[in-house]
Nanobody
Framework: QVHLVESGGRLVQAGGSLRLSCAASGRTSSNYALGWFRQAPGKEREFIAT????????YYTDSVKGRFTISRDNARNTAYLQMNSLKPEDTAVYYCALSLLPYRTEREYHYWGQGTQVTVSS
């Protein structure tokens, strides 16, 4: 059974930065993709970024390109989401999820973390 735990969310001012972490356990290999999604109050969960097993294929949603960077450390079974130039509209619960390939739709992800709250004040 795969277990994902996100951390790093907190209150930050607009223009600030945060780094979220997603620690994966329960798998013996790193041959999987990790994705980040977010859900703002009253909105559907949306795709943010994904990275394949060897960190060669990375994809981002347009609203975060140039501001967010996804990365992973396979030795630590951990993925990261570096978020810079944060805006109030980035406020949401951020989830990491695991899939075989770097898909951009949540239905392709079968393991999810519990989420971490990011709040950006104006």
């Amino acid at each position: 059974q795969v277990h994902l735990v996100e951390s790093g969310g907190r209150l930050v001012q607009a223009g600030g930065s945060l780094r979220l972490s997603c620690a994966a356990s329960g798998r013996t290999s790193s041959n999987y993709a990790l994705g980040w999604f977010r859900q703002a109050p009253g909105k559907e969960r949306e795709f943010i970024a994904t990275i394949n097993s060897r960190a060669i294929s990375l994809y981002y949603t347009d609203s975060v390109k140039g501001r967010f960077t996804i990365s992973r450390d396979n030795a630590r079974n951990t993925a990261y989401l570096q978020m810079n130039s944060l805006k109030p509209e980035d406020t949401a619960v951020y989830y990491c999820a695991l899939s075989l390939l770097p898909y951009r739709t949540e239905r392709e992800y079968h393991y999810w973390g519990q989420g971490t709250q990011v709040t950006v004040s104006s």
